[in-house]
DNA sequence: ACCTGAACACCGTTCAAGT
DNA sequence: ACCTGAACACCGTTCAAGT
């Protein structure tokens, strides 16, 4: 690849990552061409689709978001490592709309991401499993599940009328993670 | 207005009632047309705009929501009407993807439904105040945050990859709303 | 090899022509 | 008064022409 190319390349990344955390999925490849001072015609050389081009830059925030759940596997207290690692993905979403859409039901819509989520939910899987079995949170949450408690916190204040609400959101969904009692018990 | 013009609203709306719960809000104007057996422009004959068609249907399905919500007024258990009030509109979402896409982050982009949020919201706020009030749960729980809870359940057991899987979600929400321990106390 | 911008397809919206 | 379908604007995508 030329350099002149590999520069374009990496400025239209960044230009999109900009573009897409601010306006979200819809925003026109003509509007990021633009921001990267390239014709339309040159993302289309870069990247087969609008779509790959998103992919590209979401597949990085997950790596991001990867990255410092692993940094959280040397926290002793298992279930502060689990509240932080679903905060950090809340935090995530509260900062790049496109990201927060693609976390919500827009996951459909953008396919390509199934590996980057797969490593997601192994590293949550760690922190599940390590929280269960120190008795921290109820036997049957799945590395699955946590993954879910991010979008669940965020997109529940968010529909409650404001995002900046979701610390009680998710401090509702950790205290209910709690192992139950077992109600079916003789009193 | 004369009559097969009142036919043909009606038609459209319920054509776009079900094209709008099977493939979301971004189904053409031209599919929902033709649905109704009508051209693309008698469509904006009716409605001023898509959005103005889509908000008709939507605020069709909040008031149907509502409506169950205010029979829930009269369940003796606090904790049970709030959680079958929240089970409702989780009910909702798996049925109605255009719902879905409304309840979640899309809520900012269609504009036009306030008066019914609000309805809701202020049902949500008795059953909460009912719930507070018999210390059920939280004494910081809103009308707004139990809206939030509907998308929260939904959109969390989606994000963890088995939209089935809400009733989980639903049960960890709801236990997380339990009034907490005063940990401050002293022991 | 790479970039550009004109051209095309698709979809929301408008409107002149029909009934 | 209402309906229709051609026409327009917008945006993702393609590609012939340039460098």
Redesign the interface.
């Known amino acids: 690849m030329r350099s002149d190319a590999a520069r374009n390349r990496e400025t239209l990344v960044r230009a999109a990552g900009d573009a897409l955390a601010e306006s979200g999925l819809d925003v026109p490849v003509a509007a990021i061409a633009d921001r990267a001072g390239v014709a339309k015609g040159t993302v289309f050389r870069h990247f087969a689709s609008k779509d790959e081009l998103v992919v590209t830059v979401v597949a990085g925030l997950i790596d991001d978001l990867a990255s410092r759940a692993e940094a959280l596997l040397s926290e002793p207290d298992p279930l502060v490592a689990l509240r932080d690692f679903v905060a950090a993905g809340v935090e995530l979403q509260a900062r790049d709309l496109a990201f927060?859409?693609v976390?919500?039901?827009a996951?459909q819509q953008v396919p390509g991401l199934g590996d980057r989520r797969e490593r997601l939910e192994q590293i949550a899987e760690v922190l599940a499993g390590r929280a269960r079995e120190a008795r921290a949170v109820?036997d049957?949450v799945?590395g699955?599940?946590v993954?879910?408690?991010?979008?669940?916190?965020y997109?529940?204040?968010?529909?409650?009328?404001?995002p900046s609400?979701w610390p009680?959101?998710l401090?509702?969904?950790?205290?209910?993670?709690?192992p139950?009692p077992h109600r079916d018990a003789p009193r």
């Open positions: 927060c859409q976390a919500a039901t996951e109820r049957d799945t699955r599940d993954v879910g408690l991010m979008t669940a916190a997109q529940g204040a968010s529909a409650a009328g404001d609400r009680w959101f401090s509702v969904l950790v205290d209910g993670l709690r139950r």
